[in-house]
T-cell receptor, first 112, second 111 residues
Framework: DAGITQSPRHKVTETGTPVTLRCHQT?????MYWYRQDPGHGLRLIHY???????DKGEVSDGYSVSRSKTEDFLLTLESATSSQTSVYFC???????????FGQGTRLTVV | QKEVEQNSGPLSVPEGAIASLNCTYS??????FFWYRQYSGKSPELIMF????GDKEDGRFTAQLNKASQYVSLLIRDSQPSDSATYLC???????????FGAGTRLAVHP
């Protein structure tokens, strides 16, 4: 397995507060992804990165921003958390285009 | 239209039977396709990938790709109760550099 660490693993936060989730990888993979998983929706792509400082929006990017200043780290920020952002968030990495993704352990975020 | 579509199930099969999971995709530029298995409360794990039209076999698993019909499938032979999980289909959109997943199909294998 690729060395992918997500932090925190669990978080409860209040509506309106900013939240940052971190994904750290030790595999030197070029691609990194943030997904959210909700019942009935599978994995929905929030944002992704295909290189340092190269990021793009996914299917459900509203209310989220990302940054990737170095290969190892991909940060997901909820600018002002809402209850609709309560979800399980997965980070994934891939070596390059058209390659498989390896997943982190997930972060369970609850917005109250 | 979702980019990758799957029947949510549940698909229920008896132990020892063949389970057939299906997926369609909308982006004709997609070149690589993946099947992941996800147990409840766990992260998705890769089972198979396929890039070329036709069949690809790995143990009890066979992935099938038909690019003309934009269709991907996964067959699980001799299904076991331990195969009970959600199976996620994914397509890499080459034009947009992103990996898109379907909603997943829940498989239940009963003894």
């Amino acid at each position: 397995d690729a060395g992918i660490t997500q932090s925190p693993r669990h978080k409860v936060t209040e509506t309106g507060t900013p939240v940052t989730l971190r994904c750290h990888q030790t595999e030197n993979h070029r691609y990194m992804y943030w997904y959210r998983q909700d019942p009935g929706h599978g994995l929905r792509l929030i944002h992704y990165s295909y290189g340092v400082k190269d990021t793009d929006k996914g299917e459900v990017s509203d209310g989220y921003s990302v940054s990737r200043s170095k290969t190892e780290d991909f940060l997901l920020t909820l600018e002002s958390a809402t209850s609709s952002q309560t979800s399980v968030y997965f980070c994934a990495t891939g070596q390059g285009a058209n390659t498989e993704a390896f997943f982190g352990q997930g972060t369970r975020l609850t917005v109250v | 239209q979702k980019e990758v579509e799957q029947n949510s199930g549940p698909l229920s099969v008896p132990e020892g039977a063949i389970a057939s999971l299906n997926c369609t995709y909308s982006d004709r530029g997609s070149q690589s396709f993946f099947w992941y298995r996800q147990y409840s409360g766990k992260s998705p794990e890769l089972i198979m990938f396929i890039y070329s039209n036709g069949d690809k076999e790995d143990g009890r698993f066979t992935a099938q790709l038909n690019k003309a019909s934009q269709y991907v499938s996964l067959l699980i032979r001799d299904s076991q109760p331990s195969d009970s999980a959600t199976y996620l289909c994914a397509a890499f959109s080459g034009g947009y550099n992103k990996l898109i997943f379907g909603a997943g199909t829940r498989l239940a294998v009963h003894p």
